[in-house]
């Protein structure tokens, strides 16, 4: 499977979306951040996700 993302301006910023296909086993009750991992001896990236913390 392979997605395509367009990378579109925001402000001073470049920005793009998660597509849903990506966030499916996530429960999306709960907030997640998602970390972009960049592996420099593969010249990849890799995406993860983690359930954000909350402030009390």
Do not use: C
């Not at 367009?6 to 907030?31: C, H, N, Q, V």
């Not at 991992?37 to 995406?47: A, G, L, M, P, S």
């Amino acid at each position: 499977m392979e997605f395509r993302r367009k990378i579109y301006r925001r402000g001073s910023s470049f920005e793009t979306t998660i597509p849903m296909p990506l966030l499916f086993a996530l429960d999306m009750k709960k907030k997640h951040n998602i970390v972009f991992k960049f592996n420099q001896k593969e010249n990849r990236w890799y995406i993860e996700f983690e359930e954000a913390r909350g402030a009390a």
